[in-house]
């Protein structure tokens, strides 16, 4: 299986092709073909996993097809061990996806074309080993989201207020329309900064080629570095949610729909976060340990300001959306250390969220579609009608606040451990603290919801999960067990692929000479 | 089988129940034999800690063994194993047999609930015994800081099991704040140590700083986790659990966990005076505190829970002074005799309906068995010479003679006077007296039920003796010594039982009742951690929230009407009419002249 990475990220897209071809009516075949489409991906995953070789580390499986030799643009695929363990998780998702997805009635077609067209993208990303194509696939994987959002979307009021509440005039805040566009132009314009960086790294790399193992190989001029690391970060950042451009994310988030949020929030944003590590932390490694402390600080914001913000929000998908932009404070942070348990914690975080939020959002968009809203206080004693939604949302709940047992842990235990073992211990402070704030946002939402007494009589008749929609929450609920017991499983990938990329970092030998 | 086996069977035995229970949903919604797997495992690890006892009494040697849990460039980061020694193997057959027995007491206690309810608690109670076994038999302070956040799960999980009462699933989330606000100082002292030695280690620091820097955090969480002045403000509300729960959890086992874990980091604790003298400080305070508030009570659940808050703070003081074995002992016959009056508590709640004293009286005619226990208990609560709690209350405060301030000693032995002062009361109240309504209905509950009284009762009784034993085990020195402290303990405890019959057999009331009400109910305490709640964290909170979506996201509004407003104003240039552009193009062609000439 020489071209198996290639046929894993076509897999869906060669199902949306296929989609074209069946008319709208046949609603069956439409869900079927897409779940095939998903599904192969995932085994390629899955594939992919059992024949990377964990003990010799570094780019396997490679696959190069040239497009523009003249340019120095090849379709070059390669899997290290982060990018094994964050095609394991997209695979995941879009499988549990789109199965939480079966009830989507309007344009479903469209809806399910897009959405594998996206997913194709993302797997992409996480194997492109040229610049270009790279960027090509992230744009693939950001695009679609306009339209699923502007379409299938969901809409609220916000009600305008502030210094900048005139704003409003030109704006629905809070419309669907708003949250897509919104998304899509600060998302574009951390694209274009990309863009910009890329160029420069082109332009300077002497081979004018955007292969990035010749790249990595290339050491850029101080000066080139720092001005493509701060775009590289706050260009990638944008999409991981770095503060203060992650007001995309809860209007975003809130209004899309269940599997498009699921996707979002559990696999887009960690394309954000593994262009940082892969671009700007392997390519430009000096300049990044110049600016780590900065990238640092930036993401301890991130951690709490996330979660107070979090803390104060009314509706159920805010709270979920803000928690993310919490949580992926927590991957920039191990990002930001520099050192193998922060890169370890890093990733490990992105999995261990995007299973996470993936699930909490399948449970949101269950309770949602039942009950028509998504105010906390409307809702109450949920427990009572849909137990088996009560019981994976404190499951989800638990992984979010970190607790032991639960793939939360061990993700943010490694990147505190690293945050503490690195330049600036203090780090861990605000994270810890958190962690804490999550624990009042995630357990208060949870009691109110679904505990107390039995629900009023508009909710009486709730249904529990049914049929298609058990596969999010018995898959993801599991896996954020299985990896809380047992990190082993995905952390070889990770760490093979995070002890080779330090092994270039001058700064790396430095801080761990000085602790013991 | 060999000892790391056994240990290994011992704490997983439970899991593999929960595992089968959680996973096997229609076993666990038809109630009944849900019960049997939890008692099933349970009964394997209290078998599987037995032989391991059996072992050790023939002289087998401590067993440890680990395997690597997260590896960073094949080398372990992070450990996890089982430890077998004279600390954690005394416990875990603490825990283990404590476990059986509330488990058994609790098929007749829950036996009304519907299936699924019944079900759902045993299963809760799987996962509670293999959470609070990964925290005995850890090796090290990471492991046991897993099972520590497990059991505060579990806790919560069942502190709520009424999750339909407000009131329960407000205690609910209040039990695991309040002690999760404490475990990021366990969080921080693991972080610390981490950095500092590399591992997760209790054997040793590198410095006096760093030991004093890594205890003082852990004891944060131990004051979260046990109890203590001013977090203990949780247990008390956690009473809204079933009555099984607070015997096992809030009262023998996970309570005591904070404990536990200074006994286990001794070695760390040792090289820390500092923070042994703030425990000295605090358990004592707290073991005051609680003994006041306990007189008040009207509730009988918290009587005894504002005891166990009071007899931790004995415990603690006593770690403090340090003298762990005798913080230890005093965990192991408080276990007993703790889960005891819990349970026949229970027993006493099950017959009248009610948790309250006032409904209460003349019991002792209706139930002969559950007012044996009880008095069992209070007797060896209350430090009546002869009974296991005089043994272990007397080692407490022997340990705290001679040390630099006697007012702890002092503290502690006004303490001992309040016991049993208020274990009179309660005794009275409940069981003697006129009979009351609710009670002349009342009736003892089937064997399930009085079974697990009379085993308790055994080692409620006579675990005392088992103090020199104990001490070999852990290598302290243990001897019983007639001195000043054992007489005036013993005349302490004598003294409060009689001035609660005095007080309390004609209806009495207790001296400062009023002030005493008034604290309670007034509950500065719980009114300040409220207040820091709903300022500190749900205000700034709301604050967050506002900058957010009026400023940080209203800028990034601004910014797409400035692009759309600025648009709008240069549309206007664009009039289409040829006039304006050539005027346009006129002006700016003589501009640019007339910079070329004025250069």
């Known amino acids: 299986m020489s071209h198996l990475l290639a046929l894993t990220m076509a897999a869906p897209a060669l199902a949306a092709v296929v989609l074209l071809a069946i008319p709208g009516t046949s609603r069956t075949a439409l869900r079927v073909v897409s779940l095939i489409g998903a599904v192969i991906s995932l085994a390629g995953s899955i594939w992919v996993a059992t024949l990377y070789d964990r003990a010799l580390g570094g780019l396997q499986l490679l696959d190069t097809v040239p497009l523009v030799p003249s340019l120095g643009i090849h379709l070059k695929l390669a899997v290290d061990g982060w990018g094994v363990a964050l095609l394991l998780l997209t695979g995941v998702i879009i499988v549990t996806g789109v199965l939480a997805s079966w009830s989507v009635a309007k344009r479903d077609k469209e809806f399910f074309l897009l959405l594998l067209v996206l997913v194709s993208g993302v797997y992409g990303v996480f194997i492109s080993q040229d610049l270009f194509i790279f960027f090509l696939f992230y744009e693939i994987a950001v695009l679609p989201m306009y339209l699923l959002i502007g379409i299938w979307g969901s809409s609220h009021k916000v009600p305008s207020a502030g210094p900048f509440g005139f704003t409003w005039k030109r704006f629905e805040v809070g419309s669907r329309e708003y949250a897509a566009m919104k998304l899509t132009l600060m998302l574009l314009v951390g694209s274009a900064a990309i863009l910009v960086a890329m160029f420069l790294l082109w332009s300077n790399s002497g081979a004018r080629t955007f292969d990035m193992q010749v790249l990595e190989a290339t050491k850029f001029p101080i000066a080139v570095q720092h001005v493509v690391f701060p775009l590289v970060w706050l260009g990638f950042g944008t999409l991981a949610g770095v503060f203060p451009f992650h007001t995309w994310s809860p209007d975003g988030h809130a209004s899309a729909p269940t599997a498009v949020s699921m996707l979002h929030a559990g696999v887009l944003m960690k394309l954000g976060a593994f262009g940082v590590l892969r671009i700007g932390m392997v390519l430009v490694p000096d300049a990044a340990a110049w600016w780590a402390p900065i990238v640092g600080a930036v993401a301890v914001v991130n951690v709490l300001y996330g979660a107070l913000c979090a803390a104060s929000q009314k509706d159920l998908k805010y709270i979920v959306a803000y928690s993310s932009v919490s949580h992926m404070g927590v991957v920039m942070l191990g990002i930001a250390t520099m050192n193998a348990a922060g890169w370890n914690g890093a990733v490990y975080q992105m999995v261990a969220h995007g299973i996470m939020t993936g699930l909490f959002f399948a449970l949101v968009g269950l309770v949602y579609e039942r009950a028509h809203t998504r105010t906390i206080a409307k809702m109450g004693g949920f427990a009572h009608v849909m137990p088996v939604v009560a019981g994976f949302f404190t499951l989800a709940c638990l992984s979010s606040l970190g607790l032991p047992g639960t793939a939360g842990f061990v993700a943010e235990f490694m990147v505190f451990a690293g945050a503490a073992k690195g330049a600036s211990p203090w780090w861990a402070i605000p994270g810890v603290l958190g962690a804490f704030v999550t624990a009042v946002y995630v357990l208060r939402a949870c009691k109110t919801i679904f505990w107390g007494p039995a629900p009023v009589d508009e909710f009486a008749h709730l249904q529990d999960v049914q049929r298609t929609e058990w596969a999010a929450p018995l898959v993801l609920g599991s896996l954020l067990v299985v990896f809380g017991f047992w990190p082993k499983l995905l952390l070889d990938f990770i760490d093979a692929a995070s002890q080779g990329y330090l092994g270039r970092l001058p700064i790396v030998a430095l801080a761990q000479a000085v602790t013991p | ?569 240069a549309r206007r240039l664009q009039t289409g009419l040829v006039r304006d552009y050539a005027l346009l193009v006129t002006v700016g062609v003589l501009v640019l002249v007339l910079i070329g000439v004025l250069r």
């Open chain 2, 1 to 569: 089988m060999s000892p790391v086996t056994l240990a290994i069977v011992a704490t997983v035995a439970p899991a593999v129940a929960a595992l089968l229970l959680l996973v096997l949903s229609p076993l666990r919604h038809r109630g009944a034999p849900a019960a049997w797997v939890t008692l099933l495992g349970s009964l394997v690890s209290l078998g599987a800690a037995v032989m391991l006892l059996v072992a050790r009494l023939g002289g087998a040697p401590d067993a440890r063994a680990t395997i690597p849990w997260i590896e960073e460039r094949g080398r372990a980061m992070a450990e996890i194993g089982i430890l077998i020694d004279g600390v954690s193997l005394p416990m875990l057959i603490i825990v283990c047999l404590v476990a059986l027995c509330v488990q058994v007491f609790s098929i007749a206690y829950m036996h009304d609930e519907p299936p699924r309810a019944f079900g759902r608690y045993f299963t809760l109670h799987a996962l509670f015994l293999f959470s609070m076994n990964v925290v005995v038999v850890s090796p090290n302070l990471l492991q046991l800081f897993a099972g520590w956040e497990l059991v505060g799960l579990t806790s919560y999980l069942l502190i709520g099991f009424y999750f339909a009462k407000p009131a329960a699933a407000q205690a609910a989330v209040k039990a695991f704040w309040m002690t999760k606000l404490a475990d990021m100082g366990f969080l921080f002292g693991l972080l610390v140590l981490y950095v500092s030695t590399g591992g997760f280690e209790w054997t040793s620091a590198p410095s006096a700083t760093v030991a004093t820097w890594v205890t003082g955090l852990l004891f944060l969480a131990v004051v979260g986790k046990s109890a203590q002045f001013p977090l203990h403000i949780w247990l008390p509300d956690a009473m809204e659990g079933p009555t099984p729960v607070s015997a096992l959890l809030h009262a023998a086992t996970m309570v005591a966990a904070g404990v536990f874990l200074v006994v286990r980091a001794d070695p760390l604790f040792a090289l820390a005076p500092g923070t042994r003298e703030v425990m000295l400080w605090v358990g004592s305070i707290t073991a005051v505190f609680a003994a006041l508030l306990a007189l008040v009570q009207h509730d009988i659940k918290k009587v005894l829970a504002f005891s166990t808050c009071s007899q931790l703070g004995y415990m603690v003081a006593a770690l403090g002074a340090g003298q762990a074995f005798a913080g230890f002992f005093h965990l192991g016959t408080h276990a007993f005799f703790k889960a005891l009056l819990f349970l026949a508590a229970g027993s006493v709640i099950h017959a009248v309906h009610s948790n309250s004293l006032d409904d209460m009286g003349g019991l002792r005619k209706k139930l002969p068995l559950t007012t044996a226990a009880f008095v069992i208990g209070s007797l060896s609560l209350a430090g009546v010479p002869g009974f296991a709690g005089f043994f272990s209350k007397d080692l407490v405060l022997t340990s705290l003679e001679g040390k630099a301030s006697w007012i702890p000693w002092a503290m502690l032995l006004g303490a001992a006077f309040l016991t049993a002062f208020y274990m009179g009361r309660l005794l009275i109240k409940a069981f003697w007296g006129e009979l009351s309504e609710r009670s002349s209905h009342a009736h003892e509950g089937n064997v399930a039920m009085t079974g697990p009284l009379v085993v308790l009762a055994i080692p409620s009784l006579a675990s005392g003796f088992l103090g020199g034993w104990l001490a070999t085990q852990s290598s302290a020195q243990y001897e019983l010594h007639l001195g000043l402290t054992p007489v005036l303990a013993s005349v302490m405890s004598l003294a409060g039982l009689g001035a609660a019959i005095l007080v309390f057999r004609k209806g009495g009331q207790a001296p400062f009742t009023h002030v005493l009400e008034k604290l309670d109910t007034f509950s500065v305490v719980d009114r300040t951690w409220a207040g820091a709640y709903r300022i500190g964290l749900l205000g700034v909170a709301s604050l967050a929230g506002w900058i957010d979506r009026y400023l940080i996201d209203g800028l990034i509004n601004f910014t797409g009407w400035s692009a759309l407003e600025g648009g709008s104003s």
